[in-house]
């Protein structure tokens, strides 16, 4: 069972990036995701959530409003697409899998310049 997240980078202060993360080795319908994120010096904290029908979506407070997660079980891709980005949002973004224990991505890194 594999992770792998994809299209950080750097990005100006109110720009947009869309982040995925692919899934391989699993019946990736069959389960809940999640996006989560690690500042520097900071605790890896909850980003969002969806569950395995696409519905569901959570988001913590300091994202709703400018983040969206969506899956596409056909291409065993969820995504995290990211508007507004501010300095506050830089960190290394993991993707996760809500099994027992959750799988885990790599991460991928995104820099929000101000």
């Known amino acids: 069972v594999q992770l792998v997240e994809s299209g950080g980078g750097l990005v100006q202060a109110g720009g947009s990036l869309r982040l995925s993360c692919a899934a391989s080795?699993?019946?990736?319908?069959?389960?809940?995701m999640g996006w989560f994120r690690q500042a520097p010096g900071k605790e890896r904290e909850f980003v969002a959530a969806?569950?395995?029908?696409?519905?569901?979506?959570h988001y913590d407070e300091s994202v709703k409003g400018r983040f969206t997660v969506s899956r596409d079980d056909a291409k065993n891709t969820m995504y995290l697409q990211m508007n507004s980005l501010q300095s506050e949002d830089t960190a290394v973004y993991y993707c996760?899998?809500?099994?027992?224990?959750?799988?885990w991505g790599q991460g991928t890194l995104v820099t929000v310049s101000s």
């Open positions: 996760a899998m809500y099994r027992t224990p959750k799988i």
């Open positions: 080795g699993i019946t990736f319908s069959d389960y809940p």
């Open positions: 969806i569950g395995w029908n696409g519905n569901n979506a």
